[in-house]
Nanobody
Framework: QVQLVESGGGLVQAGGSLRLSCAAS????????MGWFRQAPGKEREFVAA????????YYADSMKGRLTISRDNAKNTVYLQMNSLKPEDTAVYSC??????????????????WGQGTQVTVSS
């Protein structure tokens, strides 16, 4: 049974930082891409970042580029999302997801097979 478990969310002041974690279990993810998405109340889910398990290729949303670092620890089967200079508009539920690594389509949520339950990030002004 595949499980993706996020942690690290919370309440932070504008300008602060958070590091989210996504612990993956239940199968071998070496051929997968791990993505982070977020969804704010009343808004559609949007792509944040992704990383390939196999070669570490990284993808970032233009809206947050420069403030994010995605990384992975293969030994721990865990993906991290470091978020800096957080803004109130970054407030959302952040979820990690996994899909087969085909080399394209990483920003499309519909292509992901497995999802975590999400972790709330709240940025106060």
């Amino acid at each position: 049974q595949v499980q993706l478990v996020e942690s690290g969310g919370g309440l932070v002041q504008a300008g602060g930082s958070l590091r989210l974690s996504c612990a993956a279990s239940g199968r071998t993810f070496s051929s997968y891409v791990m993505g982070w998405f977020r969804q704010a109340p009343g808004k559609e889910r949007e792509f944040v970042a992704a990383i390939s398990w196999s070669d570490g290729r990284k993808y970032y949303a233009d809206s947050m580029k420069g403030r994010l670092t995605i990384s992975r620890d293969n030994a721990k089967n865990t993906v991290y999302l470091q978020m800096n200079s957080l803004k109130p508009e970054d407030t959302a539920v952040y979820s990690c997801a996994a899909r087969m690594d085909t080399g394209y389509g990483v920003v499309d949520a519909s292509g992901y097979d497995y999802w975590g339950q999400g972790t709330q990030v709240t940025v106060s002004s």
